[in-house]
């Protein structure tokens, strides 16, 4: 079993997101990132593979009313 706490999801309307003033504050993080790449077209790396150990993400200034209901 993982300690990992579950992720509540939540779909927003558009006017909600219409009204939020100043646009949304968005911040994260990652750890033990690995990327793999290729020589792809023209000389341009293409991604082939890769790992993340754990990924952060927070997006604030959105109302999103009570929880729960």
């Known amino acids: 079993m993982s300690n990992t706490p579950g992720i509540e999801t939540r779909e927003i309307a558009d006017d909600d997101l219409d009204n939020v003033a100043g646009g949304l504050s968005v911040s994260g993080s990652l750890d033990g990132l690995t ?4 020589p792809g077209p023209n000389g341009v ?3 082939t593979g890769g790992s993340i150990k754990s990924v952060s993400l927070s997006v604030q200034d959105i109302p999103l009313g009570p929880i729960g209901g």
Do not use: N, S
């Open 45 to 47: 790396p293409v991604l």
């Open 35 to 38: 990327a793999k790449f290729a």
